[in-house]
Nanobody, 126 residues
């Protein structure tokens, strides 16, 4: 059974850093694109970053470009999201998702990912 488990969330002051982890089990990461998404209270789920399977290309939302970095270790079945220079606007529940995608992951919406973790809360506040 395919399973994704996020960890690494927490409370951090503005300007601080967190590294989120997404552990996969029940399947191999090879062939799956991985996306990080977030959802703040009262807002729709939005894409933060993703990494494609076939060429390792990455995508970042404009709001996080230059501050966040996504990486994957297929052998360890892990995907990471390094978040630096965090802002209060980054506060949300963060989810990782996996899907076999034919094109670069930048072209796909959250609804096109079929496998999701339970989420981890990130709160940026002083």
């Amino acid at each position: 059974q395919l399973q994704l488990v996020e960890s690494g969330g927490g409370l951090v002051q503005p300007g601080g850093s967190l590294r989120l982890s997404c552990a996969a089990s029940g399947f191999t990461l090879d062939g799956y694109a991985i996306g990080w998404f977030r959802q703040a209270p009262g807002k729709e789920r939005e894409g933060v970053s993703c990494i494609s399977s076939h060429d390792g290309s990455t995508y970042y939302a404009d709001s996080v470009k230059g501050r966040f970095a996504i990486s994957r270790d297929n052998a360890k079945k892990m995907v990471y999201l390094q978040m630096n220079s965090l802002k209060p606007g980054d506060t949300a529940v963060y989810y990782c998702a996996a899907e076999r995608l034919a094109l670069s992951c930048r072209y796909y919406q959250p609804s096109e990912y079929g496998n999701w973790g339970q989420g981890t809360q990130v709160t940026v506040s002083s």
